[in-house]
């Protein structure tokens, strides 16, 4: 079983930069896909940005609202996935979700993922 543990959330201005870790212990993750999500108060979650975690090259995949803007890498060696923010827009403001699922496949939505981490508050003022 894959636990997740997100950091790197926090208080900034519109137009600023954040960089979120997740890192992830319990198994390989070989075959995995890793995910960003976020929930703003009132709504329901969605999905930020998807990376393959593979030896070879990880595809990527981004939401439209955030494309451009941010950067989901990883790191093998240190079983860390990042979601690298910038430019960031006051409507960023929300919880960040690390999640994981065992698939090769391009999975976006919520229910596709069954390993989440307890999030991280990015809150963007204005």
């Known amino acids: 079983q894959v636990q997740l543990v997100e950091s790197g959330g926090g208080l900034v201005q519109a137009g600023g930069s954040l960089r979120l870790s997740c890192v992830a212990s319990?198994?390989?993750?070989?075959?995995?896909?890793m995910g960003w999500f976020r929930q703003a108060p009132g709504k329901e979650r969605e999905f930020v940005a998807t990376?393959?975690?593979?030896?070879?090259?990880?595809?990527?995949y981004y939401a439209d609202s955030v494309k451009g803007r941010f950067t989901i890498s990883r790191d093998n060696a240190r079983s860390t996935v990042y979601l690298q923010m910038n430019s960031l827009k006051p409507e960023d403001t929300a919880v960040y979700y690390c999640?994981?699922?065992?698939?090769?496949?391009?999975?976006?939505?919520?229910?596709?993922?069954?390993?989440w981490g307890q999030g991280t508050q990015v809150t963007v003022s204005s």
């Open positions: 990376i393959r975690w593979s030896v070879s090259g990880g595809s990527t």
């Open positions: 999640a994981a699922t065992y698939s090769s496949g391009l999975r976006l939505g919520v229910g596709d993922y069954n390993t």
């Open positions: 319990g198994r390989t993750l070989s075959n995995y896909r």
